[in-house]
């Protein structure tokens, strides 16, 4: 394998380059899909709402079906009731970020932009849009016209 940037051979993948140090993933390796999140969210709500069934349907069944009551019962009852509880604030808590998700990609769809002017808003890092900006901020053209005027008259 040869380095892309410097041209070095002899070169390992997923390793850093020897010469110019540049990273170089292995291409050969297929490419993992990216898991889009409201496919995270849905797994999430599903997994929520299930431990919650089981584990209070788990801590009635504890105090319904064995007749002595063992202190250990109501200890292991007590901490399936807690995870049930910790799970429905989990379950709150995904459903909150589902709707904020939900309402950050309908805004996204209301305002169309050519595809020229989206690549140009585009963040390189993160590839998303950025904000548009604010010109009042800037500073006036005159400042800048001057400057090279005295520039120029002034050499
Ligand atoms: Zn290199």
Redesign the pocket.
Known sequence: MF??????AE?VPEAY??????FLPDLSKPVKREIPPDEHLKANTFLNALTVIVSFTLSILLFAIIPNKHPLIYVTAGLLIAIGAWHIQTFIRTQKLNKQWKRRTSLNEIQPASPETQSAFKSASTGKLLDQANFADSIPASVTENTTRHLAENP
């Open positions: 380095c892309p940037r410097c041209g070095r070169q380059c020897r010469q110019c140090g540049v």
